[in-house]
């Protein structure tokens, strides 16, 4: 049996049941799907605000679940990724990376569709961070993370007029860029005719495939575990004991 631990960063249990059973859709037989809510922190993860708020529920989350073989953070900004590496026991998958990974390898020109216009410029730094600069747009179809899941609220409308600019503009894939779309991607998939890849799939698969490798982090360099010091105030719980 393989454990993988999804982090929902944001505080909506809702979307987290989302993810999970996007999750649970892909993943092999002896796959044990683990999918937590942030205790702490914004409802959404919109804007660079947001997403620094995000990072102690995160790092709480996976440090209360050290047996899993693998890890996923389940927002696309790939929120505090680097600092759940180098805290977690096991490797830690973004859903962004792992998306655009995915993408690459079956389409050469990709259009990431999210939500709001503020995240469009934090996913365009990830996408260069991640080498696609060349290869990948980021787009925003202007739907507020939460009115995802409202009733009413046009947002599939939008995202489907936005994907179809996409594809107008040269796109040969689309990215869904928010976890809260995790859900649409077969449906839009055959829709529009095109590979429609959701962050959270992919990263369970690649989360699937480090785990099989018996590889983790490399505690060498970047990702050393952090130092022990003193940490203060609201963050005093967070500080780290040893190097170990």
């Known amino acids: 049996m393989t454990k993988i631990l999804?982090?929902?960063?944001?505080?909506?249990?809702s979307m987290t049941a989302t993810i999970a059973t996007a999750a649970r859709a892909v993943a092999a037989p002896g796959t044990e799907i683990v999918a937590v809510t942030s205790a702490m922190g914004p409802a959404s993860i919109e804007g660079f605000y947001d997403e620094a708020f995000a990072v102690p529920g995160l790092?709480?989350?996976?440090?209360?679940?050290?047996d899993a073989d693998a890890g996923i953070v389940a927002c696309f900004d790939d929120t505090g990724l680097d600092a759940a590496r180098s805290a977690a026991r096991y490797p830690v998958v973004g859903i962004c990376e792992a998306a655009l990974v995915t993408a690459g390898q079956i389409a050469k020109r990709i259009g990431i569709v999210t939500t709001l216009p503020r995240s469009i410029v934090p996913l365009e730094?990830?996408?260069?961070?991640?080498?696609?600069?060349?290869?990948?747009?980021v787009t925003a179809c202007d739907v507020a993370v939460l009115d995802l899941e409202k009733p009413g609220s046009g947002a599939k409308a939008k995202l489907e007029a936005e994907i179809a600019r996409a594809l107008d503009k040269g796109?040969?894939?689309?990215?869904?860029?928010c976890a809260g779309m995790a859900d649409l991607a077969h449906e839009l998939s055959v829709q529009f005719g095109v590979p429609v890849v959701d962050g959270v799939a992919a990263a369970v698969k690649q989360a699937e495939a480090l785990a099989g490798l018996k590889l983790t982090t490399s505690r060498r360099g970047a990702y050393a575990s952090p130092a022990a010091k003193e940490y203060h105030g609201l963050l005093e719980g967070f500080a780290p004991a040893s190097n170990e």
């Open 6 to 13: 999804i982090v929902n960063p944001n505080t909506t249990a």
């Open 59 to 66: 790092i709480e989350a996976l440090l209360k679940t050290p």
């Open 125 to 137: 730094e990830l996408v260069r961070r991640y080498g696609f600069a060349d290869r990948a747009v």
């Open 171 to 177: 796109a040969d894939a689309i990215v869904l860029g």
